[in-house]
């Protein structure tokens, strides 16, 4: 049973390296899904092959976390390979390996869970973030927590192909601002990039547009397409957005406090005291 011991070791191991990959890279700016993604095609020393990966290797500081990453990986999977091969040697009969089997079955199966489990995700990330705080000199910024991506919001990537709604627009014309989304930059299909654009900037087949807003709005605009059926969807975006920026206020005047001057219903009013006078 110490090959297997060792192999599921090995596995855990794994989780935790890409984990803390993940959340580095996602400190230095990479959406959390595009940050694990990274970590785990580096950690297996595979998927080096999209503009995405073009842009992370780039970077000085997340080219030296898959540095390490695909150092460890390389590691890994060598030790987890050999580990795997132990298992079955010298086995002595069906009921052995059958329990082998199941022994191996057993462990990645509650590893997965353990991977897939939101309570370990944010405790665990948590804890990271910690100690990339205290123990290097990563520049530890949450960008979800500053965006509030954790809530309806988020960042996306839009690729724009001839025949999308917004496709030959400027951004002035394409009024995204009513829908709520905000263009962060624009990757132009030359390989230029056009930080904050304003409204006369175009918009062109081939471009790709960073995007902040409601999940929602985003997914509406991606499946929009050219022509009076567009138009009407980015005109019912409107009036959705017009409709959830109502609730938002509502629901911000309901906190705000008694206005001043007004009494408080909560509050018992007292008799006042009058000073004695000597005749």
Known sequence: MIPIVSLLVVLTLSLLITRIASV??????????????????????????????????????????LLTLMLLGNAGIVTAISSLMLTFVQVEDDASLALRFSAIAAGIAALWAAARSQWIDVHLSTLIDRMLRRY??????????????????????????????????????????????????????????????????????????ILYGRAAALESLDQRRRGWAGDREHAEAVAEQRAVDADEANRRQAAEPEEEGRPDPSVTPTKGVQNETNP
Do not use: C, M
């Open 136 to 209: 290097t000199a990563l520049d530890v910024q949450d960008y979800a927590r500053l965006l509030d991506l954790a809530g309806d919001y988020r960042v996306s990537e839009l690729a724009v192909t001839p025949g999308d709604w917004i496709d030959d627009r400027t951004l002035g014309n394409a009024d995204l601002r009513q829908e709520g989304i905000v263009v962060l930059g624009i990757h132009r299909a030359n390989g230029d990039y056009d930080g904050t654009p304003d409204g006369d900037a175009p918009v062109r087949g081939g471009d790709t547009l």
């Open 24 to 65: 580095a890279l996602a400190h230095t700016g990479l959406s959390r899904e595009s940050a694990r993604f990274q970590a785990r095609s580096a950690f297996s020393g595979v998927g080096f092959t999209t503009n995405e990966s073009e842009k992370v290797v780039n970077h000085p500081v997340r080219r030296r976390i």
